[in-house]
């Protein structure tokens, strides 16, 4: 009886399966025969069956030949009769058809790939340390799920065994995996950040992103399976425990004393600051006083130059009174060895005291021949009386300096010290005034002024 017609016959019989998976829920599901006859025989196949996968499925044909296991994949989607011609492997395993019996034996296992698995996870309250208060445990606790599928259908198998994989025990393996992982690394958080342990719920994103990479790397090795995502719902502190509540009140005190410490220092700070500039601004004050003070005594000497040369003439008479004098002092009008004066020392320290204050005297004469004289004559003009120059109070800070004089107040203006907005007074002013309001100052504060021509050679 050719195989052909024997499968026509085991198909009107109604004897042929349709292997398939109709499961909604599954990771990895095991096929068996409907037919209750055959239930002793559960990896009897057919030949002839219909195999029909459906796409992000794959499907493992599981068994022996000459005392050697051997498995097949076959990749969704398909759905072709089991004869020779379409699995050229079923060649190894083929028998003689007899009595409506199978030709083979395998068994067949169903491989979700498409299916994304998600076990829920909860952490329990467990102590977390502060790494600077070690005597106060805070109980926190941590929820969130694990969402992972097949992606390498034959490391997976490598690692399980098909004929005995349960789901539900396989989750529960993974559950204690990530409570494991997850715990780990939210008990170092505290101490890796340098951080209290009461701010562990702000850490939840880099927890979240340190265990989903830890578990990516294990799940792979361990399971053989790919995690997809790993997320974390809620990071809890129990905030009515003994630990949280003195943790809290040592935490806040420190902060307390940081933050008035700061305070102090800030204080201080500001206050050595201010006397700093302080002691700065009297010192600049007292130098542009002492130095317009010296100015105005310079310009005051050169105005009254012919008094200055009187006083000089008087001092120089003095000192030759004085020289005279001190002649007497030294010998010059003693006695003689009878008893009389001597007249030759007398005559001789009057002479050389006159001699030596008319010399003096003289010289200061040529050195002020040139001041009040006039062009011709004898005749003696009298000195034009001294042009006092214009001197003016400026504002510095709220406080009144100076006076200083034009001269000096252009030297502020190229130091950057005074401007047209200073405030200045002068006797005669009723009020106190901008600089670039006064007409006498405007000279100070031009931009165009003349240039000098080239100094000529020699």
Request: a negative charge; glycine letters at 8%; proline letters at 5%.
């Amino acid at each position: 009886m050719g195989i052909k017609k024997i499968l026509q016959e085991e198909s009107a019989k109604g004897l042929l399966d349709v292997i398939r998976c109709d499961e909604e829920d599954y990771l990895i599901w095991k096929w068996r025969p409907s037919d209750p006859n055959k239930a002793e025989r559960a990896n009897s196949i057919r030949l002839g069956s219909r195999l029909r996968v459906k796409d992000g499925s794959v499907a493992v044909f599981v068994y022996q030949q000459n005392e050697s296991v051997f498995q097949e994949f076959i990749e969704g989607p398909i759905d072709k009769t089991l004869i020779t011609a379409n699995f050229p492997f079923l060649n190894r395993i083929y028998g003689a058809v007899y009595d409506g019996d199978t030709p083979f034996q395998a068994e067949v296992y169903f491989i979700n790939l498409a299916e994304v698995i998600q076990i829920p996870f909860a952490v329990p309250f467990f102590d977390v340390y502060d790494p600077r208060y070690s005597d106060f445990g805070v109980p926190v606790a941590v929820r969130g799920r694990m969402t992972f599928n097949i992606t390498d259908y034959k490391d997976f198998i490598k690692l399980h065994r098909l004929d005995s994989f349960d789901l539900e025990k396989f989750k529960i393996q993974v559950r204690d995996l990530i409570i494991g992982a997850v715990k780990n690394i939210v008990a170092n958080e505290p101490a890796k950040k340098n951080i209290s342990a009461l701010q562990i719920e702000t850490t939840i994103l880099d927890i979240k992103q340190e265990a989903e990479l830890y578990l990516r790397q294990h799940m792979r090795v361990t399971f053989g399976v790919f995690v997809s995502q790993l997320a974390i719902s809620a990071i809890e502190t129990d905030k009515s425990s003994v630990g949280y509540r003195s943790l809290l009140e040592v935490a806040t005190d420190v902060s307390k004393s940081v933050a008035m410490a700061n305070k102090e220092a800030n204080v201080q700070n500001i206050k050595d600051m201010q006397q700093i500039n302080a002691e700065n601004m009297k010192e600049t004050l007292r130098l542009q006083r002492e130095e317009s003070q010296y100015a105005m005594h310079k310009q005051t000497q050169s105005a009254n130059m012919a008094a200055f040369q009187i006083e000089k003439q008087a001092e120089v008479g003095i000192a030759g009174a004085q020289a005279l004098g001190q002649m007497g002092a030294n010998g010059a009008m003693n006695m003689g060895e009878d008893g009389g004066m001597n007249p030759a020392a007398m005559m001789t320290g009057i002479a050389m005291g006159g001699a030596i204050g008319q010399n003096l005297i003289g010289t200061m004469n040529g050195m002020m021949s040139g001041v009040g004289s006039t062009p011709a004559g004898n005749t003696t003009v009298p000195p034009v009386p001294p042009v006092m120059p214009s001197s003016y109070n400026v504002a510095v800070n709220g406080q009144s300096t100076g006076p200083f004089d034009i001269q000096y107040l252009s030297q502020m203006v190229k130091a950057g010290s005074f401007n047209q907005d200073s405030l200045v007074w002068k006797p005669g002013m009723q009020n106190w005034d901008r600089a670039g309001n006064v007409q006498e100052l405007h000279g100070l504060f031009a931009s165009d002024l003349p240039i000098p021509p080239p100094i000529p050679t020699m």
